[in-house]
């Protein structure tokens, strides 16, 4: 099973600073990846597909990147609405999904 | 517009069943692989099961691997989640989900509440 890890555990930033996520799987995946944004009391939202592909009506802000192990979400100027939850996502084998374990971003 | 909408969750004593249903709108359920995810109080988020859209393949995470059971009525636009021998570890909100892509969930039902105690 392929384990993801996701760092920081939080990230406490201001309204228009960048943000800067990290995912890291225990073995290579590819390109294999996505990004999720959940708010409390909501169900996820699928941000990011592929590592980088930005789902539709996704902001332009949001970017993912990376391949292989290691992979970044970047939010280029935290806007009020982007406080959440972040999950990155991959399914090597169907269906075996895995979820990484989340980063908090909080306002500082 | 797509929309998923999950029911059936409520209180349920340790080794009772559940049945979680999922009602689909806006799209063609019948050519959608589609998933159950949860999500236990204050926690992270955990694949439960997933099913192929002519219901050929499915699988399901070791967590509930015996005891939860996927399906679908295409005709009906409706998934579910047969779930038996429950424990107080499956207390969660459970979302359906569309994959997408063969590995990505693109649409989120709102969450049924399954809390498992005594």
């Known amino acids: 099973e392929i384990v993801l890890t996701q760092s920081p555990v939080t990230l406490s930033l201001s309204p228009g600073e960048r943000a800067t996520l990290s995912c890291r799987a225990s073995?290579?995946?590819?390109?294999?990846l996505a990004w999720y944004q959940q708010k409390p009391g909501q169900a996820p939202r699928l941000l990011i597909s592929?590592?980088?592909n930005r789902a539709t009506g996704i902001p332009a802000r949001f970017s993912g990147s990376g391949s292989g192990t290691d992979f970044t979400l970047t939010i280029s100027s935290l806007e009020p609405e982007d406080f959440a939850v972040y999950y990155c996502?991959?399914?090597?084998?169907?269906?075996?999904?895995?979820f990484g374990p989340g980063t908090k971003v909080d306002i500082k | 517009e797509v929309q998923l909408v999950e029911s059936g969750g409520g209180l349920v004593k340790p080794g009772g069943s559940l049945r979680l249903s999922c009602t689909a709108s806006?799209?063609?359920?019948?050519?959608?692989?589609m998933i159950w995810v949860r999500q236990a109080p204050g926690k992270g988020l955990e694949w439960v099961s997933a099913?192929?859209?002519?219901?050929?393949?499915?699988g399901h995470a070791d967590s509930v691997q015996g005891r939860f059971s996927i399906s679908r009525d295409n005709a009906k636009n409706s998934l579910y989640l047969q779930m038996n021998s429950l424990r107080a570890e499956d207390t969660a909100v459970y979302y359906c989900?569309?994959?997408?892509?063969?590995?990505?969930?693109?649409?989120w039902g709102q969450g049924s509440l399954v809390i498992v105690s005594s």
């Open positions: 989900a569309r994959e997408i892509s063969g590995r990505y969930f693109d649409s």
């Open positions: 996502q991959q399914c090597s084998s169907w269906p075996l999904f895995t």
């Open positions: 073995q290579s995946i590819s390109s294999n």
């Open positions: 099913i192929g859209a002519d219901s050929s393949h499915r």
């Open positions: 592929d590592a980088s």
């Open positions: 806006g799209f063609n359920f019948g050519v959608c692989t």
